[in-house]
């Protein structure tokens, strides 16, 4: 008989064939994190490699047999196998794991973002991965049988397929729960399931019923206005992005990235700030947001009023400038100018633009305010992989730079040199944004700056960010934040700047934010808690 790799294969036995093909050459981000938790392999490590594997192979071969049916069976598996082959290579890539948020991240990041990760790699291990098994897939020819004994005979492969995974995960119960209960993170490590739950959630999510606007804060109000005489205050909210803490020289890192902020008097720097989750997409609306981190809900946010909502409702000048992906649904409600994909060559190339395109025409439009103002500048800041295109040529400082969005083709070091640019940046257009507001004699200005999230700079060889909140490192739940005000806002708000000082080395996070801004700009609502006010103790009581 002539054996031949194309030889006619039967239904079932396809769907085994493809299911250890996705075990084996599909899963090695799983498997290297499986052998990281049982090695030193003793005989038990071995023994829960082999019985995962067995576990896994049973499973996939659950899901494939139902998937293999004339007609449908060969372009779904072909889909199946051409996406996994994707996610697989961003998984080897970048360290990271598929959970319901980062398919979130997936579908709201926009066009630059995605240019940045597809990579001729990317393209060449999809071929490979992906490519060339569906080209088996397709000059296989598949056996079936008169429709009912098909079915009848599927019916035995299923059964057969969920015994072997009722067995194995019997056996190897204890070792199995414990496992899963100490490392919760393995499910988002093995694909395809951790990327169809994930879409499959995701799905569920954005198409549930479209829920009403809920209010917030209906009884806010202005409390005791400044003393008369006094300017308007106008407060600028930068949101940073994908700053790390231990990388602001700020902080005590030994490279100096920021040389400006450094030198400005009456800076406040909080060296102990924690994001409320480690993606835009929850940190972003969780600052603005009236709930703390522990009962707050990204998908309730979108349909719930915040901090903006509020100021806006005490007859506050409200705006949100953004050069980062949009502002996650938080400024809704209140003018916005979406500036990322601007095409002003001063500012922008190949549809990006650098940070300094938030600060244009600031001052005059600080000229042109009439009384309070809160101006939110959402900043690209140091977005991976792509960190040597954030910064403009005149602050690589640190060299040589890793200039991929392929981060396993650097060393490390090239990588954070990369980054570190993006933190002086950062640097230089905070101290800009401040000299903007010095600027403008008619008013009393203020700036509180913070990042969304960290950012894994390869440690334990982890790469991004948006790592499930309860295993991540603290490198991407460590976010700097600093504040100044003007000596016009500290004299009429009698302010003491020893006692800001004194209060800046507590542990605050983006919870602090909402109700920090409330206590700025004298706006009284039941939902304001001065203990969360990082300034009300240093404030004459109003
Ligand atoms: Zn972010």
Redesign the pocket.
């Known amino acids: 008989m002539k054996i031949s790799l194309f030889r006619p294969l039967r239904a079932e036995v396809l769907a085994v064939c493809l299911s250890l093909l996705l075990v084996l050459f599909f899963n090695i981000p799983f498997w290297q994190r499986l052998y990281g938790i049982v090695s030193p392999l003793d005989a038990h490590g071995v023994k829960m490699l082999g019985l995962a594997f067995v576990l896994v192979t049973a499973f996939f071969s659950l899901l494939l047999q139902l998937l293999v049916w004339p007609k449908i069976g060969k372009p779904l598996l072909t889909a199946l196998l051409l996406t996994t082959a994707g996610v697989s290579y961003f998984m080897s890539q970048y360290g990271v794991l598929i959970d319901m948020n980062m398919v979130r991240n997936a579908m709201q990041t926009d066009g630059a973002e995605v240019r940045d990760l597809l990579t001729v790699k990317m393209v060449l291990t999809v071929l490979l991965l992906g490519g060339l098994p569906s080209l088996w897939l397709w000059k296989t020819p598949v056996l079936y049988r008169p429709p009912l004994r098909e079915l009848g005979v599927r019916v035995v492969a299923l059964l057969v397929s969920a015994g072997v995974l009722v067995a194995v995960a019997m056996v190897g119960y204890q070792d199995f729960a414990s496992l899963f209960r100490n490392n919760r993170e393995l499910r988002f490590a093995l694909t395809p399931t951790n990327y169809l739950q994930a879409t499959s959630s995701y799905i569920k999510r954005v198409t549930a019923k479209p829920a009403v606007l809920q209010k917030v804060g209906e009884d806010a109000s202005r409390t005791a206005p400044w003393p008369a005489g006094s300017k308007p205050r106008v407060l600028v909210i930068v949101v940073g ?2 700053a790390r803490a231990d990388h602001f020289s700020l902080n005590g890192y030994p490279r100096q990235t920021n040389p400006q902020l450094a030198r400005i008097p009456g800076l406040i720097n909080y060296p102990d700030t924690w994001s409320c989750g480690t ?3 929850i ?2 609306p969780c600052m603005f947001s009236a709930l703390p981190r522990e009962k707050f809900d990204a998908d309730e946010a979108k349909h719930r009023e915040n901090l903006l909502d509020i100021l806006q409702r005490t007859g506050i000048q409200v705006a949100w400038r953004d050069n ?1 992906s949009g502002c996650k649904e938080v400024c809704n409600r209140v003018p916005t100018e979406m500036v990322f994909g601007d095409k002003n060559p001063a500012f922008c190339a190949d549809g990006e633009c650098f940070d300094d395109i938030l600060l244009d025409g600031l001052p005059q439009r600080l000229k042109a305010l009439k009384g309070d103002a809160v101006i939110v500048l959402h900043q690209k ?1 140091s ?1 991976g992989p792509a960190y040597y295109k954030r910064d403009p040529k005149a602050y690589e400082r640190f060299t040589p730079v890793c200039r991929t969005s392929e981060l396993q083709k650097c060393s490390r070091q090239d990588i954070i040199n990369g980054f570190d640019n993006t933190i002086l940046y950062t640097d230089a257009i905070l101290a800009k944004t401040i000299a903007a507001l010095q600027a403008e004699p008619a008013v009393a200005g203020g700036m509180i700056y913070l ?3 960290g950012e894994s700079l390869g440690e334990n060889n982890m790469y991004l ?1 948006a790592t499930p909140y309860l295993v991540a490192p603290d490198a991407q739940k460590h976010i700097p934040m600093v504040a100044w005000f003007s000596p016009a806002w500290q004299q009429a708000a009698g302010m003491q700047q020893a006692c800001l000082q004194q209060g800046s080395k507590q542990r605050y996070s983006q919870d602090n934010l909402f109700h920090s801004v409330l206590g700025l700009m004298g706006v009284k609502t039941a939902l304001y808690e001065a203990p969360l006010d990082m300034f009300a103790t240093c404030r004459r009581p109003g």
């Open positions: 992005e994908t993606e835009t997409a940190s972003v980062n800041g977005h990042s969304d999230h960010h």
